[in-house]
């Protein structure tokens, strides 16, 4: 498995946060974290540290390794590409 950029680990959150309708505040708050988390994770600044990845990978509906490794499978958790 490849690792794959804070930046482009963003990009699959923001995605799946805005699939589910859900604002940055609303994630946020789903997944117990500060709004100022999330809009850097989004932004690419940093990635989250396992505990945040779970929460906000259970939120959002995907595989927490997601956002750390290139699986070949789509993102979101409909396993299209």
């Known amino acids: 498995m490849t690792l794959i950029s804070e930046k482009e680990a963003g990009v699959i ?4 946060r805005q ?3 859900l604002t940055q505040g609303g ?12 809009s850097a994770y989004e932004r690419g600044k940093r990635r989250p540290r396992l505990i945040a990845a779970v929460r906000l990978a259970d939120v959002l509906g995907f595989a927490y390794s997601d956002i750390y490794y290139i699986s070949g499978k789509g993102h979101g958790g409909d396993g299209e590409e």
């Open 27 to 38: 994630l946020a708050e789903r997944s117990r974290m500060s709004v100022s988390s999330v």
């Open 19 to 21: 699939r589910k309708g």
């Open 13 to 16: 959150i923001r995605e799946a």
